[in-house]
């Protein structure tokens, strides 16, 4: 049986029938809408591709007919509204079915998609309005989200585009896109077209947009089929929301490549029954998520749900607990198997379908990547060693997947490129048998919950408070959400360092920044460890903290 995904890519593979090698083509002007999505409305009108379903009891069924017609339609209405080819548009849709048929219209433009989370500030919103030029914003009237973008967008030319319930005169994304023609002409569009611009957080400044250009779904094939173990006529669900980068992974490029149909379960508060629910009702078959969602689904009676239909569980984001992953198996008899990648990045490192793993490891690297361990000086490491991630380009070309600059800082990117490696900045081990175990970052980054936060942002904040004098921001060790955000501080002359000021400080950094970054965990301090050029030293007070939980 072929499938559209044989046209741009091949496995290798050895005796034992492990893909070793990936080979991929693909013309100049590939543009996963048209190549795709319109491919599969011509082939296969009626193949399913999106079930959405809410935790308010709405489900809709979308064919790959309709997401190709309704693309088209809302690319028309955006067109009517100014938005062009290299247009930067932001989304902050959440998990609204909408998300998936607005990205197909902005790829059909062109345009270039800008997923949010809904959860930034307005102030974060405004600044990368600024960063990447946006054009427009494409917004759920859910929570406050639209009067944040109201307030980001105003005294600006950017538009300000609403689907779900009226607000105030802004355009109505669905009457729009259900009023506009159908027939749309094909826009011509290169592969190294910049297609998406996600913005992720680093040790100092804001958070910068990283690029991807129009090759980068081909990159998810091996993610959806030799990770999530994704067949032909599957439905997968991973838990995201559609502002993070894994919605790419898991909702959208390689399990469309591979002809399967994406659950969308939407829903504002998470409760463990209602995703369990949904994956019986639905007859979910693959399923990713990050470990918390596994350690709350181990609460519920998991022997009571109808779980036949799932074959395969795979998580990453942050580290599996061993003995969760045991737990899960025993009630369940399947195997959760860990992925390692990045925002800039597709899978680099997993544990296949079809193999169980290694405890506690991230898997071996995968075929689309060459991967080496190395220390500071840009020398490997030998097995057992700690060593920095890197991937190595073959042929000196930039290997598919990895993104393709920095917005407006070029300079940063050629530093993660220093020595003609890509630098992850993460660190890991690994054993004789080629198994990887990750250790953490190489830099400060803080992973909560799946969630990167830059300890910079939350450090500016706090420093705009008048009681803060000088600050540090690290992660802390916590059992359920892999790290919480600690914020250690040096109170100003006249403050008293009580319960009601860490109060007062953390329902601060709560109104100016996405509720994941405020400090969960407060200290106090008289003075803050520098380095030997008379910096703070985050490193310090981390090795402090673990010292301290391990005495």
Request: proline share 4%.
């Amino acid at each position: 049986m072929s499938h559209i995904y044989d046209r741009y890519y091949k496995e290798i593979r050895d005796d034992a029938g492990r893909v070793t090698e990936i080979e991929t083509s693909f013309g100049d002007d590939f543009n996963f809408a048209y190549d795709v999505v319109d491919e599969y409305a011509k082939i296969s009108p009626d193949k399913t591709a999106l079930v959405y379903r809410s935790s308010d009891g709405k489900r809709r069924v979308f064919t790959f007919s309709e997401i190709g017609t309704l693309s088209d339609k809302a690319a028309n209405a955006l067109r009517k509204l100014g938005i062009g080819k290299g247009d930067p548009v932001m989304l902050l849709m959440k998990r609204r079915y909408q998300f998936w048929i607005s990205v197909i219209a902005l790829h059909k433009l062109g345009a270039v998609a800008i997923p949010t989370s809904h959860m930034v500030s307005a102030e974060d919103i405004r600044e990368r309005c600024e960063t990447a030029d946006v054009k427009a914003v494409i917004c759920v009237n859910s929570e406050n989200i639209c009067d944040k973008v109201s307030e980001a967008v105003s005294g600006t030319s950017r538009k300000m585009i609403v689907t779900g319930e009226k607000y105030k005169d802004a355009p109505d994304f669905d009457e729009l896109t259900e009023k506009a023609p159908s027939a749309f002409e094909r826009v011509k569009t290169s592969v190294a077209d910049d297609m998406l611009y996600y913005f992720t957080s680093g040790t100092s400044g804001s958070p910068k947009a990283v690029i991807h250009d129009f090759s980068y779904p081909i990159a998810h094939i091996y993610t959806a089929l030799e990770w999530h173990g994704v067949s032909e006529g599957d439905l997968h669900l991973t838990a995201s929301d559609s502002g993070w980068a894994k919605s790419a992974w898991g909702k959208l490029y390689g399990q469309w490549f591979a002809g399967a149909a994406v659950m969308v379960y939407d829903y504002e508060n998470f409760y463990a029954s209602d995703m369990l629910r949904v994956i019986e009702e639905e007859k979910v078959n693959t399923f990713c998520a990050p470990p918390t969602i596994y350690k709350y689904f181990l609460l519920e009676d998991l022997e009571s749900y109808d779980l036949k239909n799932l074959r395969c569980v795979t998580t990453a984001g942050e580290p599996m607990p061993a003995e969760v992953s045991k737990r899960f198996t025993e009630k369940t008899g399947l195997v959760i198997r860990e992925g390692f990648g990045q925002t800039e990045t597709a899978l680099q490192i997993c544990t296949p379908v079809g193999e169980k793993g290694t405890e506690g490891s991230i898997g071996k690297a995968g075929p689309l990547y060459k991967i080496e361990l190395t220390d500071d000086s840009g020398n490997p490491v030998r097995d057992g060693e700690e060593g920095e991630i890197v991937i190595v380009p073959e042929n000196g070309k930039r290997p598919l997947g990895i993104f393709k600059g920095y917005l407006g800082d070029p300079a940063l990117y050629s530093e993660i490129w220093e020595g003609g490696v890509y630098h992850t900045r993460d660190k890991a081990y690994r054993d004789s048998e080629g198994n990887f175990f990750f250790l953490g970052r190489n830099d400060d980054v803080i992973k909560s919950s799946g969630y990167r936060i830059g300890p910079s942002e939350v450090e500016d904040i706090l420093m705009r408070h008048p009681a803060v004098f000088a600050c540090a921001v690290t992660g802390y060790p916590s059992p359920k959400r892999g790290e919480i955000v600690k914020a250690s501080i040096i109170l100003r002359s006249g403050y008293t360092p009580d319960a009601s000021l860490k109060t007062e400080i953390q329902d601060f950094v709560k109104q100016r920044a996405a509720i994941y970054k405020y400090p969960r965990m407060i200290v106090f301090t008289d003075s803050l460890p520098m380095t030997s050029n008379g910096k703070i030293s985050r490193a310090a007070i981390r090795r402090a903290d673990l010292a301290a939980l391990h005495s």
